[in-house]
């Protein structure tokens, strides 16, 4: 079929408008693209948003594990603490026994091979730290050991002051407060 | 009203021709849209309906005034067209004539239908539709005049049913253009100088002659009826006569009326007529283009 048109004459309208311009379809052309765009920024937007919720309940629920986790790590850390505080003390007390050692070595030195040291306390003075409370028992001894011990921890440049010895048959009891001489 | 124009302008309906834009093949300004042919003759009424694939719906055929059968087929049609738009093509009451050195270019089209008688100056008539053709390569053109009266009251019978009418034209002289499209202007080189052509839409019939190359006579009669073979015979026979022995007569009908192409064409075929019909060939004219 050829394209020519067929002719017509019927009455011609009076109420006819002219067409818009083919350049004037961009305008519904552009409406069209822009509910399109809104569409899909919308559905992006939706998307990253049920995205960002979920990312952030794992995200909580990943601070509750680590928050237990920090709570355990704290608790542990506050039984090593107590520990280390136990250690300090006990090397305190060790560091602050250093100067009582070798009195105790000097005693013992200056007892004879027959003779048994049944009991031996050093005590330091609450009140004056540097005197200490010297209390011990020898079995099978006599007042030549006392007098041995003595000498020993004269030696140390530690003095006597007010012995007390009681002989109770085989044992000997011996109290005094050593008293640090200063050079 | 406001909303009606923005609703237009998103679904585009704004840039589509109008349903009466006479500039616009019929088949572009209801693309996508069911449309109404109908064939108004002397003593009957057909029609044939489009539907929205641009493809032959339903049919039908009455006997009768236009004016008696319009009122009773309403419904029918006014389901068959979409905005209540139809074409109709009024096979009764007019003539086609031959004219020459007839005014032609783009805007011709138009103004014949506006203002006629700044086309056809003294040849025009007061109550009279016009329409034309032009030959490809000659002066002559074939005129066509309807009554006037006739398109008024064909389009106010449609108009009390509710139905508009997108187009009134003429389906013999539709034929003719379609013909002469095909053999005159597609043809152009190899057009003979000397060649007949003979029209039949539902009753009326028109014959035009060629000779050395000019459209030299043109005979043409409407209303005569559905088994008028003897009548057009009259009209083809001495006409024919004229040419010389072997020119090619061309033979082209509405493609429904198979018992008057069958007997026409049976007369036709002894001088070698070639019949350019097809089937439903006046709704294919009158509807696609």
Not at chain 1, 89 to 99: D, F, P, V, Y
Request: charged share 25%.
């Amino acid at each position: 079929m050829s394209d020519y048109i067929c002719h017509d004459f019927k009455t011609p309208r009076n109420d006819t408008s002219r067409r818009l311009p083919d350049t004037f379809k961009a305008v519904p052309l552009f409406f069209f693209l822009s509910l399109v765009g809104s569409a899909y920024f919308m559905t992006m937007d939706w998307m990253a948003y049920k995205h960002a919720q979920k990312t952030k309940i794992e995200a909580e629920a990943r601070k509750t594990e680590l928050d237990e986790a920090a709570k355990k790590l704290t608790d542990e850390k506050a039984v090593l603490d107590t520990e280390t505080a136990k250690a300090e003390s006990l090397a305190k007390w060790m560091e602050g026994a250093r100067n009582v050692q070798p009195i105790a070595t000097a005693i013992a030195r200056a007892m004879p091979p027959e003779v048994r040291l049944s009991d031996l306390n050093l005590e330091r003075s609450e009140q004056v730290p540097s005197n200490l409370s010297l209390s011990l028992r020898i079995n099978g001894g006599s007042a030549a050991e006392v007098s041995l011990i003595e000498t020993g921890l004269s030696r140390l440049q530690y003095r006597s002051f007010s012995p007390q010895q009681n002989k109770n048959e085989e044992v000997i009891e011996y109290r005094s407060t050593l008293v640090r001489q200063e050079q | 009203m406001l909303l009606d124009e923005i609703k237009s302008v998103l679904t585009f309906a704004a840039f589509k021709p109008e349903s009466d834009d006479s500039n616009v093949a019929w088949a572009k300004r209801f693309e996508g849209r069911k449309s109404l042919l109908i064939n108004v003759s002397r003593s009957q009424t057909s029609w044939r309906s489009f539907n929205k694939k641009g493809r032959f719906d339903e049919s039908g055929v009455m006997e009768g005034e236009f004016a008696d059968i319009a009122p009773q087929r309403a419904d029918e049609w006014r389901q068959m067209a979409e905005g209540g738009w139809c074409c109709v093509s009024i096979n009764n009451r007019f003539i086609v004539s031959l004219e020459n050195n007839m005014m032609r270019g783009d805007n011709v089209t138009d103004l014949l239908r506006t203002n006629p008688r700044a086309v056809l100056g003294p040849k025009y008539d007061r109550g009279k539709r016009y329409a034309m053709c032009h030959h490809p390569d000659t002066t002559a053109s074939m005129l066509l005049a309807c009554e006037e009266s006739m398109v008024k009251s064909t389009e106010d019978v449609l108009k009390n049913i509710g139905l508009r009418t997108g187009r009134v034209c003429c389906g013999l002289f539709a034929l003719m253009e379609h013909a002469v499209t095909e053999l005159y202007v597609k043809q152009r080189l190899s057009t003979p100088t000397n060649s007949a052509l003979v029209a039949a839409c539902e009753g009326s019939i028109a014959v035009l002659v060629q000779q050395d190359g000019q459209w030299k006579e043109l005979r043409c009669r409407s209303g005569m009826g559905q088994d008028a073979v003897e009548t057009s015979l009259q009209i083809i026979t001495p006409l024919v006569q004229k040419l010389p022995q072997g020119s090619p007569v061309h033979f082209i009908s509405d493609g429904q009326d198979l018992k008057f192409r069958s007997e026409i064409m049976a007369h036709l075929e002894k001088i070698s007529a070639v019949d350019m019909t097809q089937d439903d060939l006046l709704w294919r004219v009158i509807g696609l283009h």
